[in-house]
């Protein structure tokens, strides 16, 4: 059975992507984003994101939203720059209108765009300091 928690730390470290990656992920309301560990999955990936689709965002009257979903006995095991590298990753599957859909990999979302972001976050911290 798989069990979830949240990610205060990684939701920490979500916070500290969006805001240095500016304009590059201005389109993400951190309001609207969660981050849940979780436990006992058997999925090879090291996390994935979920997004609220349209519909129940209608039917509801909640704003779409995304949740990212680290598997624990992979995440955890990752260096302090793998585990921002599939943070970006993750968020890069967020499409610019936020309307709880999900970009596919490809040309948004790949291993080349996650690398670039990554060195322009690094970039930037330094420079901050």
């Not at 069990?3 to 609207?32: C, G, N």
């Not at 990999?105 to 976050?121: A, D, M, S």
Request: glycine share 6%; aromatic share 12%; net charge positive.
């Amino acid at each position: 059975m798989i069990k979830y928690f949240y990610a205060e730390d990684a939701f920490e470290r979500v916070k500290e992507i969006v805001r240095t990656l500016q304009p590059e992920l201005s389109h993400i309301d951190l309001k609207r984003i969660l981050v849940v560990r979780s436990i006992g999955s058997k999925s090879r990936a090291l996390a994935r994101i979920h997004g609220f689709p349209r519909i129940y965002a209608f039917a509801t009257g909640i704003k779409p939203f995304y949740i990212i979903e680290l598997i624990s006995e992979r995440y955890d095991k990752l260096t302090e720059e793998e585990k921002y590298k599939v943070l970006i990753h993750e968020l890069l599957h967020i499409p610019r209108n936020f309307t709880g859909g999900l970009r596919p990999h490809g040309k948004y979302v790949n291993g080349r765009v996650v690398n670039q972001l990554y060195g322009k976050f690094q970039e930037r911290r330094i420079s901050k300091t």
